[in-house]
């Protein structure tokens, strides 16, 4: 099945890709700190959020009810976890 043919309902795709989502947090997140946010420009400020969520760098600093409030964040947060105390274990 080609990868653009409409298989799943973009409703469904937006709902299970936790995209509207995503994009809720980036446009609150810009508005709180717009300050700092617009002197670098908007379409470098969303590749940056975008891109630190791919990397699973966006759990740093942010609050409990965000690391819990999806799969990703979850996962994310335990990839985080797990690269800054790894070399406790490894040391006894």
């Avoid at 653009?4 to 890709?17: C, K, R």
């Avoid at 891109?51 to 819990?68: A, D, P």
Wanted: hydrophobic share 40%; glycine share 4%.
């Amino acid at each position: 099945m080609s990868r653009l043919s409409s298989a799943v309902p973009a409703e469904q795709y937006l709902a299970d890709s936790q995209v509207l989502f995503y994009l809720n947090d980036a446009v609150t997140q810009l508005l709180d700190h717009k300050e700092e946010y617009t002197q670098f420009g908007l379409v470098r400020y969303f590749a940056e959020y975008f891109s630190s969520v791919k990397n699973s760098n966006h759990v740093l600093f942010r609050e409990f009810n965000y690391l819990t409030s999806t799969q990703h964040n979850r996962a994310s947060f335990i990839r985080v976890f797990w690269r800054c105390f790894r070399q406790i274990g490894k040391s006894g």
